[in-house]
Structure formats: structure tokens, C-alpha cells
């Protein structure tokens, strides 16, 4: 761990004479060589946090030093999920410790939310968890939705829930088929981007872009659902869950997947509430935590869902949790597009939204509030908030601090991939190297919502 | 359909040319996903846009066995030297697409943490535009590659 600087003479500035270089600038600036946290530091922080787990790994000096390798992986590698690095401590076959490196995808996007206003803010958070962008969206919206006090129409809250919900699908869709490719299932990967693209068509369809929708604005939504979208979640809800049964014949008897997925990367309910770990990586420990539940937001609790929960916690009962979801996911669809609301799809409060196409035609006021509207953006009353919601891996907040401008002066997310992705060192402590890639892919981390 | 008393089976060309014809054909691209573009190279790759059909579905993990290397992505700063040691690491003849603002210009990030633009650290031979770019402009720009490689312009 690293120690805080004692001085500021620690700290060196380029051109002057060059300091003995000292163990807390070595921790902070050289990953590469940097040496895996000692057993007493280990403990120290645990205490601190108040995050007590079984470890029941002891280190063992008996084991000769020739066995002991340090390895590293990523970040150019197909398996990581992106840009994530690990260096793991390998025993022979056996993986001892494992040190996320994270940050080759930083983007600096909290910086920039402050110099967006809070309507283009939804351009930048939605390319955070670039597989669930409508999920991030929905989060800052409500955020800034619960600063301005503004009241949403019933058509835009189900609008925003068929869409997310249809979100949820698809990224669960991407991550089974990627799980399934980094095991060896090829055939999962074909069909699971198979089924992706009808959904992506809808997405398309209706925001006009495949991913980075910015769809789900604070005040409503963008845009109506296009014509004809009856037919168009018709279909989905139709060949969706014909094409899950194809997955289900493909890999929940496979001898070979359960081979691969069984007791591997077992991470139990405790040691998830420790680490802050939630989504489908925490009802797979058996925790029915699901903020639709818990703190339903978005008009989710009128609609009937299950919360799918797992008992082994293992990589297996993810992809099972996973496949459950999709299926209470199109329920909820289901009875979004059975039961869709008429009316607006955006508020109409004027502070909020701008005035109808129509009326800019024939009034200069009513042009001058849109222009001003889409340059300055609308004012947010000072204060701060966080929102959360489940997103498709888990749980997905957003702060946000306003100072009464344009622009928010402070927004943090509350990213779940970057809070589960600390699992990962419990979950792949004693097993073999082989499984390495299974527990990364049933995490099913995005680096962009790891680093953003 | 032979016959015994058909012609010789002969065909006659340039070396230049049979060369930039077989480079053209099986380029194989290095696996760089960093961000959004990366799950949308993945669905170009995939059965619903299949990329096999030009030659290039080959992905390969190791930067040794690539042709082409695709930069899926925003560069950050962090990742700016890797990538620059994975193009170094690829063997010659060696061609790279710039997919998406991000990966070309930095895009909607005008910050301290993105390298405003791949070209800054290795030559790129096409940009494809789209943020992120759908299979159909990444397909585009692949074309676009082969067409110059067979042209002569980026033959190596």
C-alpha cells in the first residue's frame, strides 16, 4: 500500500536535481516492478475498512522461490474484456494473487461532464458502460431530474423503462456470448451478437444510433418510439427468447461448460457485501439485492419481475443468473409495450424542455427559448444528489453537485464494473491459471466504466 | 472441368501485382479493442455482418500474426505506449485503420487524459468516421484499405 508523502520535499519537479528516490514514489509511479502487497498491509487495510473476509490463504514460505512467477496479463489481450491488466502470482498452475491494473481507458469523462452542460451531459455518460449507455443515461437523467424537481410524464417513464429493460437484454446478451468465447464455446459468441443486432436495429430505429444513444435526456426522453414499434418489440419479445432456448440446449448440460464453470471463481455473500460487489455477481451469491426492488425508480415497481438469484456463486450460476434476467427482462418489456401509456414524452416544463417544433415556426420567443435552451442549457438549482439504479452489472449511481449554473460542478459514478472488478483477486485465489479468463468474463467488466 | 487437350493453364502478371493481390487478400487484423468500437468490430466480426467474407476474419491475439492492427477506440495517454509497442511488434508488411472520433481525433474528449488522435503515434492509412463507426463503415473502411493495397498507393 502506498504511504502518503511526508513532506513536500518528496515531491520532485522536473529540471531540478533528482531525489533519492523514495518507497511511496516508487509504489506510485512503476506498476510494472511494483512489488505485491505484503500480508500485514493487506491486513491493516481490511481492518481499517471494516471489511473482514476469509482468506483462508496463508503465504507459505516452505514453497521454493523457482515456483513462484509473476505473470503478466493484458493490457492488449482478446480475453480481458478490454484494456484491463492483471499481474498474477502464479505457484505452478496455481494463481496465489492477482493485482488489477487499471486506467488505460481513463477518459477523464467526470472532468468533462463539468464543462457539458446538463444536456449534452447525456452525450458523455453514455459512452461510460458503452454495452448499457441507455442504463448510464437514465442515471444522470434522474439525477438532474431530482435537482430541478421536475415531474416526468407516465409515456416517458415507460419509454425509458422498455428501452433500458431492452438495454439490460442486450449487454447480458454480449456478455454470455463473450463468456462463452473465452471458454471455447465459440458458437455462443455467433449467436449471441446474432441477437444482439435485432435489438440494436430497435435501438437504431428509434435513437438513431446503435450505441451512445444520448436517447434518455433529463426531462423525458429524445424522441417518440418510431412508428410501427409495436411490431418491432413483437418480434424481439417472439425470436428472443426461441434463440435463449437455442443457448439453453448449447451450454446448461454441456459437460464441457459446466466442466469449465462449476466451482470456479467462487466469490460468497459476504465477501460481495465487503467488497461492494452487486449485480448479477451478487444474486449468484444468493443475495437478492435488485434496486428495481429496493428502490425502484422510473415507474419499475408497477410492472411484475422476479429477482433471479444463484446459491454457489460460481461462474456457472452467473451465466444462469444472467440467462434468468433476460427472460424477467422481456417480462417486464412485455408489459411496458402492452401497457404504454399515452401522452407527451418529455415533461412540460418549459424551464426543462424546449418549446414544439410547430411553435418555433410561428413564434420568436418561442425560438429564441430554444436556442438559449440548447447553447446555455437550463439552470439546476444548487445541491447535490446521487441516484442509483441497477444497471446491467449492478449497481450504477451518480453524484452529482450542482452550484446553481448551467454545468454541473461535480459529478462521480458510481461505476459497478470498477467496484466488482475488486472481486476478482477473492475469486481467482487457488485456482488454476486456466480459469483466469472464465472469472474475468463472468465478472463481465467494461473497462470504459472501470476507468471512464 | 479439364481437358486433356485444353490450353496450358497459364495466367501472366507483374510480381508487383501478384504481390499486392495476395497482401490484399487475407489481411489478418491484431485484436486492439479499447473501447465502444471494439463490441462494434466484434459484431463486424460476427455472424449477422461477417467479416470472413473479405478475408479479415482472422483476428489474431498475437501482434506478430497481424497485418492490420484496427484502433478500436479511445487512446488514453496510459495506453498510448503499449499501443505504439504492439505496432512495433507487428511484422512488416503492416497497415493500420483508425476506427472512430476517438481513435482518429480524439472526439467528443478534448481532455488531459485522451491522446487527441492515433496519428500522433502511429501511421494510419484509413480513418473511418462514427462514433462509434457501425460494421458497415468499419466493412467500408476495410474495402477502402484493400482497394489502395491493390492500387498500388498502400502497397508495401
Known amino acids: 500500500m502506498m504511504a502518503e508523502p511526508t513532506s513536500t520535499t518528496d515531491v520532485w519537479v522536473s529540471g531540478t536535481e533528482a531525489p533519492e528516490v523514495s518507497e511511496w514514489m516508487v509504489a506510485g509511479t512503476d506498476e510494472g516492478a511494483q512489488e505485491m502487497e505484503r500480508d500485514e498491509t493487506i491486513e491493516r487495510g481490511v481492518e481499517q475498512r471494516g471489511a473482514r473476509v476469509v482468506d483462508d490463504w496463508v503465504v507459505d514460505d516452505t514453497v521454493d522461490d523457482e515456483e513462484r512467477m509473476i505473470v503478466n496479463m493484458g493490457p492488449q489481450h482478446p480475453s480481458t474484456h478490454g484494456v484491463l491488466r492483471l499481474n498474477i502470482e502464479l505457484e505452478g498452475e496455481i494463481v496465489r494473487r492477482v493485482k488489477p491494473i487499471i486506467g488505460y481507458l481513463h477518459t477523464g469523462m467526470e472532468k468533462t461532464a463539468e464543462t457539458l452542460t446538463y444536456l449534452q451531459g447525456g452525450t458523455n455518460v453514455t459512452r461510460m458502460d458503452y454495452l448499457a449507455p441507455l442504463q448510464n443515461e437514465l442515471c444522470y437523467s434522474l439525477a438532474v431530474e431530482k435537482l430541478l424537481g421536475v415531474e416526468i410524464p407516465p409515456r416517458a417513464q415507460a419509454i425509458r423503462i422498455l428501452m433500458t429493460e431492452l438495454n439490460r437484454v442486450s449487454s447480458h446478451l454480449v456478455a454470455t456470448a463473450t463468456n462463452g468465447m473465452d471458454i471455447g464455446a465459440l458458437s455462443m459468441m455467433m449467436y449471441g451478437f446474432r441477437e444482439r443486432e435485432l435489438i440494436l436495429a430497435f435501438f437504431e430505429k428509434t435513437t438513431g444510433l446503435r450505441m451512445n444513444h444520448n436517447y434518455i435526456r433529463p426531462g423525458g426522453v429524445a424522441a417518440d418510439l418510431p412508428d410501427g414499434w409495436e411490431e418491432d418489440v413483437a418480434e424481439i419479445l417472439e425470436r428472443i427468447p426461441r434463440a435463449m432456448a437455442d443457448y439453453e440446449d448449447l451450454l446448461k448440460e454441456n459437460p464441457i461448460w459446466i466442466g469449465r464453470t462449476r466451482g470456479v471463481g467462487i466469490i460468497t455473500a459476504d465477501e460481495c457485501l465487503a467488497y461492494g460487489v452487486t449485480g448479477p455477481t451478487l444474486r449468484a451469491a444468493g443475495v437478492p439485492w435488485d434496486l428495481r426492488k429496493a428502490q425502484p425508480y422510473s415507474g419499475i415497481e408497477a410492472y411484475d419481475f422476479d429477482v433471479v438469484t444463484g446459491s454457489r456463486g460460481d461462474v456457472y450460476d452467473r451465466y444462469r443468473v444472467r440467462i434468468g434476467e433476460m427472460h424477467q427482462s422481456l417480462r417486464i418489456v412485455e408489459q411496458v409495450a402492452a401497457a404504454m401509456p399515452r401522452g407527451d414524452y418529455k415533461t412540460g416544463d418549459r424551464k426543462v424542455s424546449p418549446p414544439p417544433r410547430q411553435r418555433i415556426d410561428e413564434s420568436m420567443e418561442a425560438l429564441i427559448h430554444h436556442f438559449k435552451i440548447y447553447t446555455e442549457g437550463f439552470k439546476v438549482p444548487a445541491g447535490e444528489t446521487y441516484v442509483a439504479i441497477e444497471a446491467p452489472r449492478g449497481e450504477l449511481g451518480c453524484y452529482l453537485v450542482s452550484d446553481g449554473s448551467g454545468a454541473p460542478l461535480r459529478m462521480h459514478t458510481r461505476a459497478p464494473s470498477f467496484s466488482n472488478l475488486q472481486a476478482l483477486p477473492i475469486m481467482m485465489a487457488d485456482s488454476l491459471v486456466a480459469d483466469t479468463v472464465a472469472c474475468i468474463a463472468s465478472l463481465d467488466p467494461v473497462m470504459g466504466d472501470v476507468d471512464r | ?156
Not at chain 2, 62 to 73: E, H, K, N
Not at chain 2, 104 to 113: D, L, P, R
Not at chain 2, 138 to 153: N, P
Open chain 2, 1 to 156: 472441368m479439364a481437358h486433356l487437350t485444353a490450353p496450358p493453364q497459364l495466367l501472366t502478371t507483374t510480381l508487383g501485382k501478384a504481390m499486392r493481390w495476395s497482401q490484399q487478400q487475407s489481411m489478418w487484423p491484431a485484436t486492439f479493442g479499447l473501447a465502444c468500437c471494439a463490441i462494434e468490430m466484434m459484431a463486424t466480426g460476427t455472424a449477422h455482418n461477417d467479416l470472413a467474407r473479405f478475408g479479415m476474419e482472422v483476428f489474431r491475439a498475437s501482434p506478430r500474426q497481424a497485418d492490420l492492427m484496427v484502433v478500436a477506440g479511445r487512446v488514453s495517454q496510459k495506453m498510448a505506449p503499449v499501443l505504439r509497442q504492439v505496432y512495433d511488434q507487428m511484422a512488416d508488411p503492416k497497415w493500420v485503420i483508425s476506427m472512430g472520433a476517438c481513435a482518429s481525433t480524439g472526439g467528443m474528449f478534448n481532455n488531459y487524459a485522451l491522446v487527441q488522435g492515433v496519428d500522433q503515434i502511429v501511421p494510419v492509412d484509413v480513418y473511418v468516421p462514427g462514433c462509434p463507426p457501425g460494421p458497415q463503415s468499419l466493412m467500408h473502411g476495410i474495402l477502402t484499405l484493400q482497394d489502395k493495397v491493390m492500387s498500388g498507393e498502400l502497397a508495401r
